[in-house]
């Protein structure tokens, strides 16, 4: 039988979850935590306190989800010319009203500051709440239609969470902390330039400005090889001058000698199969990566 909501066009209460779950785009936010979670563990010398760390994984994920479903408002126009994917998500496919997303995203952000706020201290949620500010107002408002530097410009929210770890660890901020931050926000570009040649036709088709649209592939691989040893250069530094070992180094060059190959295969001849074992091995690269340096930071 049918239900009072189905009769409206509304959707299934458990179909409704699933859209509130995809708003908060899980995948990017658990690529998110494991920056943070090692930020904490490089801040603090150490495993910090179990407590500490559920917290500020609780007000991160609020800070990443509510972040998310505010993109799935601004770029609902967007995302229904991109293909089956993203006009599938529920704002733009009308399941769910813009109103009703924007309520939810505002409330997960709110929440996310006065958890961190009063249960971490006052800097990781301003960072947190920066990041989120960032991520919406400047890349999804402004950087994302108006400029190929979108990526690069843009980057900076992603880089926040170790930075927010940082400061949950150890009330501060500190210079290793910028090196965890700029890790991060030279791996974006190349990472998303991957993304962004096989989706090529797609962002045309929105109008976004890729660099791949703007400025061909061939700029675009030449970016990528640059940034990638630019990023590889950066990973040794947290080793050259302290707090990390062998036992990050040695693991960080090697994923980043084949980060930088896989990158130059793809400038030397550019397939779809390449820029997604690209786009692909970079997301192992960036856990690996952390998983090492946090590895190394608690024993």
Not at 50 to 70: D, H, K
Not at 82 to 103: I, Y
Not at 261 to 268: E, H
């Amino acid at each position: 039988m049918a239900t009072a909501a189905t009769l409206r066009g509304e959707p299934a209460p458990r179909a409704a979850w699933r859209d509130y779950v995809t708003l908060t785009k899980p995948r990017i936010m658990s690529l998110l935590l494991l920056p943070r979670l090692c930020g904490m563990f490089v801040g603090a010398r150490g495993v910090p306190p179990g407590w500490l760390v559920g917290t500020t994984m609780l007000g991160l994920a609020l800070a990443c989800g509510g972040a998310s479903a505010l993109n799935h408002v601004l770029d609902r126009d967007i995302d229904r010319l991109m293909g089956e994917r993203t006009r599938a998500r529920p704002v733009a496919a009308s399941r769910m009203a813009p109103s009703r997303a924007l309520e939810f995203g505002l409330a997960l952000s709110a929440f996310s500051f006065v958890l961190l706020a009063s249960a971490v201290n006052v800097l990781a949620a301003t960072l947190a709440l920066v990041g989120n500010l960032f991520y919406v107002l400047v890349y999804t408002g402004w950087l994302k239609r108006s400029t190929p530097q979108n990526i690069v410009i843009g980057g900076a929210a992603g880089a926040v969470p170790p930075l927010v770890g940082w400061a949950a660890a150890t009330g501060n901020l500190s210079l290793p902390a910028v090196w965890l931050f700029l890790i991060v926000f030279l791996w974006t570009p190349p990472h998303f330039w991957a993304l962004a040649l096989l989706l090529r036709e797609h962002y045309a088709q929105a109008r976004i400005p890729m660099l791949p649209v703007v400025r061909g592939v061939k700029t675009t691989t030449r970016r990528i090889v640059l940034y990638s040893v630019a990023l590889v250069a950066v990973t040794a530094v947290p080793f050259v001058a302290g707090p990390l070992g062998p036992g990050y180094v040695i693991p960080a060059l090697a994923l980043g000698a084949l980060f930088v190959w896989l990158a130059l295969r793809l400038s030397w001849r550019t397939t779809p199969r390449r820029a997604a074992l690209l786009f692909h091995y970079s997301l192992l690269y960036l856990a690996l990566l952390f998983v090492a340096m946090a590895l190394d930071g608690a024993l």
